[in-house]
């Protein structure tokens, strides 16, 4: 397929997308591992919080229920220890007035009934306290608990506030990715497009070097494989059957006129010369054509006109056409046509084995 400038930028422009993406999709990962990680410890720090709420609640819970039923029976006994305390203060003032009337019997039950009092306010007393100390237990219990759960939940806090962070760092990652596959996505899609121009255009203008090789009578097996120029004359070049590539070394070369005549043919390693001229019995006293990518500086750079005459008796013009690369091609222009092509290469020594080999792109 043949080079294209704006294909080739549109490659480059989906792989640097694709680089985008996937630099994009590595930190959006990223972002998604922070945030389970911070996720997980938040989940834990809930779990933690809750433990130490319902530890907290339990507390309170029992507290409340111990200071509900204590709390009456704590009044009942207040109420039952100052009756008890008053019945025996009034006993211990009747054994008193007793005592003070000589009355022995009687001063000794009264003080045995105060006595009786006193043991009972007494246990009154002793319950009360007991009552008492379980509802500043079960509160000193409530009381503990609070500054785990206090804790727990500054915990919680804390990492909910991380996770709030990753959160956000991946869901703007997230949208980083989207927008980096949607320009690669449309990156891809232009140059498909431009690919399937690409090769529509290959495959045409396969088929116009094609039509142009029918054209011309190309030998049939090469006709699929052919490269072809036209030069500054309007002359058309076709080149076939080189090594690796169409114009490749011991290539084959038709050149067609504007009018669609084939002026000079050689296949595939034959030799150059002006035997490959279709019209050969006419003389070349100037090939602009000699060679492909060169035109001649000129000809007869030495001057004057050179004459022999032929082993035939008639007149021989030798002509020779140079180049600027240090190139010359000679040949004798007789009435019997153009004969004795050859090239000289100036730059390499006399002796030299390629001095006089012609270069690749000769068409004489």
Avoid: C
């Amino acid at each position: 397929m043949a080079k294209d400038a704006e294909l080739d930028r549109l490659k480059a422009a989906q792989d640097s997308a694709f680089q985008r993406k996937q630099d994009a999709h590595q930190k959006q990962q990223g972002a998604w591992e922070r945030r389970s990680s911070a996720r997980d410890a938040m989940n834990r720090a809930h779990e933690a919080k809750q433990t130490a709420y319902s530890e907290q609640d339990r507390t309170w819970q029992y507290y409340q229920r111990v200071r509900g039923s204590n709390g009456p029976r704590i009044d009942d006994l207040n109420a039952q220890q100052d009756a008890a305390f008053q019945n025996m203060k009034r006993s211990y003032d009747a054994a008193s007035a007793a005592y003070e009337r000589r009355d022995g019997a009687s001063a000794g039950s009264y003080a045995a009934e105060g006595r009786r009092y006193k043991e009972e306010a007494q246990r009154h007393v002793a319950e009360r306290r007991r009552l008492v100390e379980e509802i500043r237990s079960a509160r000193a219990a409530h009381e503990s608990s609070k500054p785990a759960f206090q804790r727990a939940r500054d915990e919680f806090k804390v990492r909910k506030q991380a996770f709030d962070q990753t959160k956000a760092e991946h869901e703007r990652t997230q949208a980083e990715f989207k927008r980096a596959k949607a320009d690669f996505d449309s990156a891809t899609k232009a140059f498909k497009a431009r690919l399937d121009t690409v090769k529509a255009e290959g495959k045409r203008r396969q088929e116009d070097k094609k039509s142009i090789a029918d054209k011309a009578e190309v030998p049939f097996q090469y006709r699929d494989n052919v490269w072809v120029s036209t030069d500054g004359s309007g002359n058309t070049n076709i080149y076939f059957g080189g090594l690796g590539k169409p114009n490749g070394p011991g290539h084959g070369h038709y050149v067609m006129d504007r009018s669609g005549a084939v002026t000079y043919k050689r296949d595939p390693f034959d030799p150059h010369g002006a035997q490959n001229f279709q019209e050969a019995d006419a003389a070349l006293l100037y090939v602009r054509s000699a060679r492909r990518n060169h035109e001649p500086l000129g000809t007869n750079e030495h001057g004057g006109v050179f004459y022999r005459r032929g082993d035939d008796g008639g007149t021989v013009l030798h002509v020779t056409q140079y180049f600027e690369d240090g190139y010359r091609v000679s040949w004798d222009a007789t009435p019997f046509g153009t004969r004795n092509v050859h090239w000289t290469n100036q730059r390499i020594s006399a002796g030299h084995p390629d001095r006089h080999s012609p270069p690749r792109d000769a068409s004489l």
